[in-house]
T-cell receptor, first 114, second 113 residues
Framework: AQSVAQPEDQVNVAEGNPLTVKCTYS??????LFWYVQYPNRGLQFLLK??????LVKGSYGFEAEFNKSQTSFHLKKPSALVSDSALYFC????????????FGTGTRLQVFP | DAGVIQSPRHEVTEMGQEVTLRCKPI?????LFWYRQTMMRGLELLIY????????DSGMPEDRFSAKMPNASFSTLKIQPSEPRDSAVYFC???????????FGPGTRLTVL
């Protein structure tokens, strides 16, 4: 079965420092992977996705993610964190049995301190 | 485009009452998804539609929940009768054929007393 795991419930980082939010996947075949962000009292917003091609995917708000097939990971990164990046981040994978559906991880809360 | 629109944004009701949540997808999108988010269970897909037809309702918790999509611009999620354990934030999302990106509405926070 397809799944994603976000091993950290919360990540704390100081403003200006690089940040990484981890995601690992379990998928048969080539995965379609996504990152979404949820700000307080808002719906999820699409950040970026990996379908094929370059392993480094660039997305909104300066975020990027690196697809690593050997480690089955798709970590979200940003070189310099902002306080406004504080939010809940979800990794997701497209369900290969039912490609209309996305399977979301449990979410990681990112807290950026001034 | 105004994005996905959901109403109401907040709903407080008493146990046993009927609750109806509403969603207007982005114009031109042919997929519509209903999710529920709780602290305990995270984000769960309840049901989704393609071209107004329900495709997969395996996530609907029980018969108290029902969803309809009478046309391409409107969907409802109904809970009857409501119970305290239904308290959650309910999201609607839409997407278009051939893309994988789902666009979420702001959600409806439901509290059942």
């Amino acid at each position: 079965a397809q799944s994603v795991a976000q091993p950290e419930d919360q990540v704390n980082v100081a403003e200006g420092n690089p940040l990484t939010v981890k995601c690992t996947y379990s998928v048969s075949g080539n995965p379609y992977l996504f990152w979404y962000v949820q700000y307080p009292n808002r719906g999820l917003q699409f950040l970026l996705k990996y379908i094929t091609g370059d392993n480094l995917v660039k997305g909104s708000y300066g975020f990027e993610a690196e697809f690593n097939k050997s480690q089955t990971s798709f970590h979200l990164k940003k070189p310099s964190a902002l306080v406004s990046d504080s939010a809940l981040y979800f990794c997701a994978v497209r369900d290969r049995r039912n490609t209309d559906k996305l399977i979301f991880g449990t979410g990681t809360r990112l807290q950026v301190f001034p | 485009d105004a994005g996905v629109i959901q109403s109401p944004r907040h709903e407080v009701t008493e146990m046993g009452q009927e609750v109806t949540l509403r969603c207007k997808p982005i114009s031109g999108h042919d997929y519509l998804f209903w999710y529920r988010q709780t602290m305990m269970r995270g984000l769960e897909l309840l049901i989704y539609f393609n071209n107004n037809v329900p495709i997969d309702d395996s996530g609907m918790p029980e018969d108290r929940f029902s969803a309809k999509m009478p046309n391409a611009s409107f969907s409802t999620l109904k809970i009857q009768p409501s119970e305290p354990r239904d308290s959650a934030v309910y999201f609607c999302a839409s997407s278009s054929q051939g893309t994988d990106t789902q666009y979420f509405g702001p959600g409806t926070r439901l509290t059942v007393l």
